[in-house]
């Protein structure tokens, strides 16, 4: 550009030195721009360069006082190195901005992220509300009764002989003060769930489908496999000439939610008084797929659940009549699957209210 | 129980490609749970037969032998050995040199190595009958002594579990899965089963030719409802001898120890037929047998030696003077067979279940008769019975005579009946079925089935009539197990969408508890019902109501709980072991002796139970403890969906309360509860040292959840609101409610929050630093910084003039 001018013989204007300023201001300022290297310094030399008491405005000043003809060439050139200069800032501070951190001083990413975990249900619960959750969406209601029942509803309904070593004290926790009575008078910590079963087959009758889930008591004595009080889950569906080929679902719907898949499953002859017929229910081992392994005693099948439809005694008590109704059980015990799910070894803990225990459970 | 392959071969004819493994399988599917099955040849792998030839001093050593062998090989063995009755000639069992040998029977095989005992080589081990777990077979009457199999007469080198006749299989069959199939006690019961299973042909057990007439011996039957019926045998020509080794080996097989033979046969009968005998000394039996009830004051000593004090609710066996035997459960010292007896009577009776149970248990006593007769045995065994005995006398004592039989049997048994239509099993197997089918597989069970009208009339036989069959049902399951199980198709249930599962009141502690876990950040835990006297005193709770155990897990922990706190106490205690802040929770049920009511049917009359819910907030500062449990109920009913919860002091205080915070939670105008700091005394009782404790329960029974959500928008302020902080101090006692009552109604007021309060020697003794946010919002316009001075002011004066508070620094 100067050249062309100079070539348009201005001399004048080349004595000026004007336009040599301009060209060194313009060299001096694309120098320290691509020096600069921190955003709060370009600023700076934003300043000094194209700010309002930078050089260039200084130049620009001096154009004021220069020969009339020149004032118009020197006003452009200065304006095009302002722009040029602009540009430049405008691009070295886009560079520094993308590579630029927030924040000065050092950062270790390798500290641990901070704890979220608030408090927490314990196992048996969660393991009850998976299952809940997976009943529910099969259209079963959530039932529960006291934990304090009579000999009625824990036994006599259910078809338990009255000599049956279950209603003895070795077994069952009676209350004192009725250790006289017996049936309905006879009170006791419930010793399983079946007795809900027909409290809530009385209340709403059939067909039914339902879950009752709670805690059962039995006079044991405790070690890392036994305790006095634990968890089952309990299902049952009545409905007319229920087949127990059907029972089948109850079975898959808890082991396919516990273990996440699809369990193969077996139902064999077994002997509960509430039943007729009853089932002992295997499931394949999950270790060695059914060769045969330790943890199977090399049958190649785990015992997992009894099952089965309900005796005609107990639809009667029910107050159902057996030739028109029938149905599906199963009850599973909860503190075993919990055990099974996490490797848990004594039983005995969860009633320990132990945090170092239940806090793994998060 | 266990039972012998052999055994139960003598009765059915299994098909011949059978395998073990099927075997189990089908059994297990069908019928009763295997839980092993234990080839008895392996336990004694790599034993042989030895004849000795030689048998020389060693020269080193009193106690040792030196021996040649034959063990079948080319040239004799030389084996060194302890053994103190070693005899040229003699038959006895070896291990040879690279046989590995299971030791006892049991465990892990090791391998049988040639060594050098004191100089001289040996090749092998001559066995001791211990050293290979056949000490109950063949008795060493004194130590040191070696095996000794010469009279079997088997060839050298031969197997021993050959020679010994000890090629069998033995079952072992879960108890309880026996539980109500009383008829499989037994071989002859077993192979019955497995004939129908396998639909093979099973052997029936003759009756022998009996005698006619009784003999001099006569039956008194006084409790016919007890003893149903009662045989008796009287042989003569007896001898006690032992059995031979065919019989001994038998028996012990199955897990019971031989004795001597007139023993070994009534053992023998019961293991074939599941129908318990005893053997009583015909001499020591004076004039008739009874059977009555113990009488007041009577005494018998057992054949194990313990003597009983009989009660009026025992069933005894007794002469014209004494009980000589404990009915159905155990024969009595005196009177049963003995070293001199030759004449027996063997009893042949069947007791009902219940009385044998109640005992057994009452002397603690389980015997292979009682664990048999507690399951009901149908009294028609014993003329299977009979016969087996009757042969095994012939054929053991062919000396032997019968002098006399007798039959009591008062109360015969009615065979089971059942009225079942095809179209009931069919609908209920989900399988058509033919009448053919369900017909032979009720026949192979031994069932008599007459069809008509479509109905069938099914006849259980006598050993499934102890009450095993009587519903349709019962036929219904002996027709789909010996189908087989797997062989019905899963039939996927049909379902009737009526109307969506609505159970607010389930959702609700549901939502409780998870709001607690993951928002207020506590931990559930479970306690145990049955609470600590120990806390019960700490809490100070009223043990008036709380229902007790009969018999409780220990004498302290008797009562139930009528409240959670005692539990939480506890639970509480047990951790701060380990942390010294945490916060945990439990919502179950509790109990009290009161409020009697029905729920199901009005005979049966239940205790008050309600459902409480109870928390725990352990850390240093119990101020700041009591607001965080506050805020935990305060904010639930967001979560929860119900109306909230408020707090005030209108009952006493609890009584495990400190005085200076506690509330009672109140749920509408409904005390429901109480929050508070664990006393000083309670927290002394209960163990619980340095933390402190906060408190709250609630009756959660009494909660209501909302129909629906009921918090509304609210439209967003039109113009920015502003907010600003004030920190004043206060005289100590001035309460943070009636600040926030007299802040709030200052003018443009939209919301005043707590910050902190903060006492100490900055703004002196008995005052207090309370510091609040006040957001204040127009509607007319954005505030300008003059007003927002002007309601500062005036926010200052008030707290000024009402409660005589400065600005803290000013």
Known sequence: ?362 | MKLSLNWIKKYVDLPEDLTMEKLTYDLTMCTVEVEDAVDLADSLGGLVVGKIITVEPHPDADKLRICTVDVGDMAPSTIVCGGINLTPGQLTVVAKPGAMVRWHGVGDPVEIKPAKLRGVMSYGMICSSGEIGLEELFPASREAEIMDITELGAKPGSPAAEALGLKDIILEIDNKSLTNRPDLWGHYGMARELAAIYDRKLMSLEKSDLPEGSGDLGIVIENPDRCPRYAAITFKNIKNVPSPFELKSMIWRVGMRPINLPVDITNYVMLATGQPTHGFDKNHIKGNIHIRTAKEGEKLELLDGEVLDLTTADLVIADENNPVALAGIMGGKLDSILEDTTEIILELANFTAMGIRRTAKRFDIRTEASSRFEKSVEPQRIDVAIAVAVNMFKEYFPESEIVGLVDSYPLPLKNSEVEVSLSFLSRRLGKELTAEEVIRILDNLGFKTEARDGMFHVTAPSWRSTGDISLPNDILEEVARLMGYENFDFIPPKVVLEKPINQRKVEMERSVREYLAFRCGMQEIFTYPWIEDEYIEASCADTSNMLCLSTPPSPDESRLRSTLIPGMMKGVFTNLRYFDSFRIFELTQVFADKNYHSINDPAEQLPEIARHLCGAFVGPDPRFLFRQAKGALENMHRAVHMEPLSFAQVAARPLWADDKLWLNIMYGEESIGCIGLISLRSARKAGIKRSMTVLFEIDVEKLLPLASRQNRYMRLPEYPCVDFDLSIVFDEKVAWSDIYETASKVELVKEVRFIDEYRGPQVGEGKKSVSFRTRICSNEGTLTSEKIEMITKQMIKKMSKKFDGNVRGA
């Open chain 1, 1 to 362: 550009m100067f050249d062309e001018l100079k070539e348009q013989g201005m001399e004048k204007l080349a004595e000026s030195g004007l336009l040599e300023r301009l060209e060194k201001l313009k060299k001096a300022g694309m120098d320290k721009i691509s020096e600069t290297s921190l955003p709060q310094d370009l600023r700076t030399v934003r300043a000094n360069l194209v700010g309002r008491k930078g050089e260039l405005t200084e130049v620009l000043k001096s154009v004021g006082q220069a020969a009339p003809e020149l004032r118009k060439v020197l006003g452009q050139a200065a304006n095009e190195v302002k722009e040029i200069l602009t540009q430049a800032i405008d691009q070295k501070n886009e560079e520094l901005i993308n590579c630029a951190s927030c924040f000065e001083g050092a950062a270790d990413i390798t500290l641990p992220g901070v704890d979220f975990t608030s408090g927490g249900l314990h196992p048996i619960t969660q393991m009850c509300y998976d299952l809940n959750d997976a009943f529910r969406s099969l259209g079963f209601e959530v039932f529960s009764e006291p934990e304090i029942t009579s000999e009625l509803y824990a036994f006599d309904n259910l078809n338990f002989a009255p000599e049956h070593p279950a209603r003895e004290s070795m077994d069952t926790y009676w209350l004192k003060g009725h250790d006289e009575e017996s049936g309905a008078k006879r009170l006791c910590l419930r010793p399983h769930l079946t007795g809900a079963s027909v409290r809530y087959l009385q209340q709403h009758g059939a067909p039914a489908r339902f879950v009752y889930p709670g805690r059962v008591y039995r006079n044991e004595t405790t070690d890392a496999r036994h305790e006095r009080a634990f968890f089952q889950y309990e299902a049952l569906i009545v409905d007319k000439d229920f087949s127990f080929a059907s029972g089948k679902v109850l079975v898959k719907t808890i082991l396919d939610k516990i273990f996440g898949m699809d369990v193969e499953v077996r139902m064999r002859v077994g002997f509960f008084p509430f039943v007729e017929p009853g089932f002992e229910i295997d499931m394949r081992c999950l270790v060695c797929g059914g060769e045969g392994c330790k943890v199977c005693k090399h049958v190649g099948w785990i015992e997992v659940m009894p099952g089965g439809t309900p005796h005609p005694n107990v639809l009667k008590a029910a107050g159902l009549d057996p030739a028109v109704w029938s149905g599906f059980y199963i009850n599973i015990g909860l503190d075993r699957l919990v055990m099974m799910r996490y490797g848990v070894d004594d039983v005995r803990l969860f009633h320990s209210a132990d945090l170092r225990f239940l806090d793994q459970f998060k």
